[in-house]
């Protein structure tokens, strides 16, 4: 093996090691960020047990891979975590994985 290939060799392994190492952390989700199943619509709207709340301007929502997505590119219902705002918004969303739907929530 030439010298080059081998360092490429050792950087791709390397690579593939962090990248695993990354993906089984758990996520920073904020211990008083509220379970529930909502509905998302394209609209900036979410509902929640019956009642209507708005996302806040600049909220994010974040899906299973922790990627931030357009408000208005995703709808549908999903098990979350979430905060709102001082005015009641919705500001952070985390749509859960099974495995994190699964877990209790933090003691607060």
Do not use: C
Not at 65 to 81: A, C, F, K, Q
Request: charge should be positive.
């Amino acid at each position: 093996m030439r010298p080059h290939s081998l360092s490429v060799l050792v950087a791709s392994v390397l690579g593939l090691a962090s990248s695993l190492a990354i993906a089984a952390l758990p996520r920073p989700i904020p211990d008083d960020a509220v379970k529930a199943k909502v509905q998302i619509s394209p609209a900036g709207l979410v509902q929640v047990k019956g009642d209507t709340l708005r996302l806040s301007p600049g909220a994010q929502i974040r899906d299973t891979s922790n990627r931030i997505v357009l408000p208005s590119h995703i709808s549908g219902e999903y098990t979350v975590r979430m905060l709102l705002d001082k005015g009641g918004q919705v500001h952070r969303v985390w749509i859960l994985t099974p495995e994190e739907a699964a877990m209790p929530e933090p003691k607060r």
